[in-house]
């Protein structure tokens, strides 16, 4: 073949190939340009969807945490205003048990001082006089000694004013009754609303000393002096006794002694200290 047609075939097939070549090369970049944005259509799509998914969490997590705290301040609030009420509903209990003790104890107390009152001007009659003899004189104090020690220690300190002052201060917790209230002081002396054996020791020993009285009013002068003079000392004691254990009983220490209160009361009271610690 000659060399110019040879060299035409060769020009030939290097032009079809340029020309194959240059339309491949389009074809391939118009296919790859739908493919390559379609993921990034998709992708940025994606990313809102959870842009919005975490916006709308958190808003949701928000409210939640706001409801919540609502929520701890309205029972804060409302345990607050519980605590409160107890507060003053304790004060106000506390105060009517107090007050009606108080008052129990100062009718005791009154009948006491009467009777001190009353003897005062005879059992002075010596010591004003000064016409005792020695003995007699030894009569008048060692009798004052022994009622100090027999009614005033043993009698009023150790068993009388404790059973007041726990009565007294026990009368508020019992069912109420204005009849007792009324007579506070003869109710913590245990005249009525007590035990059948407490009832008939304190109803003994107050006829006892009613009939006393008038026997030691007929005694000459100057026994019913001395008489007299032993009888204020242990009433006297006995007064200081039983204002001491109530100043204690004011300040939270009562009497550690039975109240002789009646099976019923008794085991109401006991119900309600239970639902009081309750």
């Not at 118009?30 to 259509?41: G, Q, R, S, W, Y």
Request: aromatic share 10%; net charge positive; proline share 6%.
């Amino acid at each position: 073949m000659p060399l110019v047609a040879r060299s035409c075939l060769v020009f030939l097939l290097l032009l079809i190939l340029q020309l194959s070549f240059a339309n491949y090369t389009p074809t391939c970049a118009f296919l790859a340009t739908p493919v390559a944005a379609t993921p990034i259509k998709s992708s940025s799509t994606k990313t809102r969807v959870a842009l919005s998914i975490r916006a709308g969490s958190s808003s949701g997590s928000t409210h939640s945490n706001n409801s919540l705290m609502k929520r701890s301040r309205s029972s804060s609030d409302d345990s607050s205003n519980g605590k409160s009420s107890n507060k003053r509903f304790s004060i106000k209990s506390l105060l009517a048990k107090r007050s009606l003790a108080v008052w129990s104890v100062f009718q005791v107390v009154c009948l006491l001082a009467n009777a001190i009152k009353r003897l005062i001007p005879i059992a002075a009659e010596p010591i004003l006089q000064n016409d005792l003899l020695p003995w007699q004189w030894t009569m008048y104090v060692g009798f004052a000694i022994f009622m100090a020690y027999t009614e005033g220690y043993k009698a009023f300190q150790l068993k009388f004013s404790p059973l007041v002052v726990q009565r007294a201060f026990g009368l508020s917790d019992q069912t109420p009754n204005l009849f007792n209230y009324i007579l506070s002081g003869p109710y913590a002396m245990g005249l009525f609303g007590a035990t059948k054996k407490r009832m008939i020791v304190s109803w003994s020993v107050t006829i006892f000393v009613l009939a006393l009285v008038p026997i030691v009013k007929r005694l000459p002068y100057p026994y019913r002096a001395i008489v007299d003079a032993g009888v204020i000392v242990g009433l006297s004691y006995g007064a200081l006794a039983t204002i001491w254990q109530t100043i204690r009983g004011l300040c939270g220490v009562l009497p550690n002694v039975d109240p002789c209160l009646p099976p019923s009361q008794d085991e109401g009271a006991g119900a309600d200290d239970n639902e009081k610690k309750k």
